[in-house]
């Protein structure tokens, strides 16, 4: 094993646990193998990742996502065959996008939505490549993005363009393509405006003040460009958002309070992010962790927030997470919150909860501390130091034959 590289097997529990499935731990002389690397290996993960995903909304295929209430029912629902479960609608480039994809085989929603999968699969593949580099002493960090359950439940979304925008802003950054940075972002915004924030706690880490305004301006010329041509907008509460679950418990509010309000929680979240850098070195870890902080705020506080802008944590949580336990929890909590959506949004809870929306409260309270969970995850991994530390690590095992495993590495 080389020096230089992280193993995760070593250094995070869940993933020793899992690895005696398959051995146990990467040993002092394991040599790896020459055409397995990361990259690859977390790519074919990814593959799988978003096939099983795609089996996930065949309960919907039949009738071409054309039944009011049933994609929502039995999860299935996507946004690319026209069935969203809040009211946006991502910028009008995407219906560009849409007449490419239909020039694939066939015709009607079934076929369109199949075009669009193939192009946001190799998406999805290229954000695997990119946060592969992000860190080349953590490499595999990045199976937390391909073997994500979020991942799985919603990659068929628009804000998977706005995932690979976050990725693509983490690698440049951290690869010193301040100006790549800044389009990734600006790319990302167009489809999901939160990414806007985790561009600015990003660029706070690491680089020169003429980079990071390199990486604004050019954030904002590709965010012009995407949006030119028009980008819906809406101000009213929606969807996964704590501002309806208020609204519902007869708490009103202006929007000039709910601008304060998000406001002020995005000035507490900075001061947080913040605190979780100072002193410490610019690395690739930090920068993410900042970008998760302050993203993680703008999701809690956006006026919409259904389920899939889940994804847009997904590549800065992959990178600034130190452990596996940490990521599935968060995702634990999203994935119940993404179910009671869907069964609230389709009625499937009806006549037992029959205009009751205390199942959508819940869920939007648990998406919540999922996002909770995390931050405090990545501010207490920033109090400590940055350095993996290895589980069991130089304790012998009386299981193990020590005269078998005595062989020089493989070259």
């Not at 099983?52 to 054309?66: E, L």
């Not at 634990?332 to 959508?360: M, N």
């Not at 095992?397 to 020089?408: N, S």
């Amino acid at each position: 094993m080389r020096p230089d590289r992280e193993a995760p097997t070593r250094t995070d529990p869940v993933a020793s646990a899992m690895s005696e499935v398959l051995g146990g731990p990467v040993g002092d002389h394991a040599g790896g193998h020459r055409w397995w690397n990361a990259s690859r290996a977390l790519v074919g993960a990814t593959s799988v990742v978003l096939a099983a995903g795609m089996a996930t909304k065949a309960a919907c295929v039949p009738s071409g996502w054309s039944k009011p209430d049933q994609p929502y029912a039995e999860l299935c629902w996507t946004e690319l065959a026209g069935a969203s479960a809040d009211a946006g609608t991502p910028p009008r480039v995407a219906a560009w996008i849409e007449r490419l994809a239909a020039l694939h085989p066939g015709s009607g929603t079934v076929s369109t939505t199949a075009g669009l999968a193939v192009l946001l699969a190799a998406l999805a593949l290229l954000t695997t490549v990119l946060l592969v580099r992000v860190d080349r002493r953590r490499p595999w960090a990045a199976a937390g993005w391909a073997l994500g359950p979020v991942l799985l439940v919603h990659w068929l979304s628009w804000e998977l363009v706005a995932a690979a925008g976050v990725a693509v802003l983490l690698w440049g950054w951290t690869s010193g393509r301040a100006w790549l940075a800044g389009v990734g972002a600006g790319v990302g915004a167009a489809f999901a405006l939160p990414v806007a924030v985790a561009l600015l706690g990003v660029v706070a880490v690491g680089g020169r003040t003429r980079d990071r305004v390199d990486a604004i301006l050019a954030a904002a010329a590709a965010y012009v460009v995407v949006t030119l041509p028009g980008r819906a907008t809406g101000e009213d509460p929606d969807l996964g958002s704590i501002w309806l679950l208020l609204e519902q418990l007869g708490v009103g509010s202006s929007g000039a309070a709910r601008a304060v309000a998000q406001l002020v929680v995005l000035a507490v979240a900075a001061v947080a992010a913040w605190w979780g850098i100072r002193g410490g070195p610019p690395t690739p870890r930090a920068s993410a962790r900042a970008g998760l902080v302050l993203l993680a705020a703008a999701l809690v506080v956006a006026p919409s927030a259904p389920p899939e802008t889940a994804l847009l944590l997904l590549p800065l949580a992959a990178l600034a997470v130190r452990r596996w336990r940490d990521l599935l929890v968060w995702q634990g909590l999203h994935l119940v919150s993404w179910v009671l959506t869907g069964w609230y949004v389709g009625q499937a809870l009806v006549p037992t909860l029959q205009d009751d929306g205390r199942a959508y409260w819940l869920a939007v309270v648990l998406r919540v501390l999922g996002l909770v969970w995390l931050v405090v995850a990545v501010l207490k991994d920033a109090s400590g130091d940055d350095d993996a530390v290895e589980v069991g690590g130089g304790e012998a095992d009386a299981d193990v034959d020590l005269l078998a495993d005595a062989r020089d590495a493989r070259p």
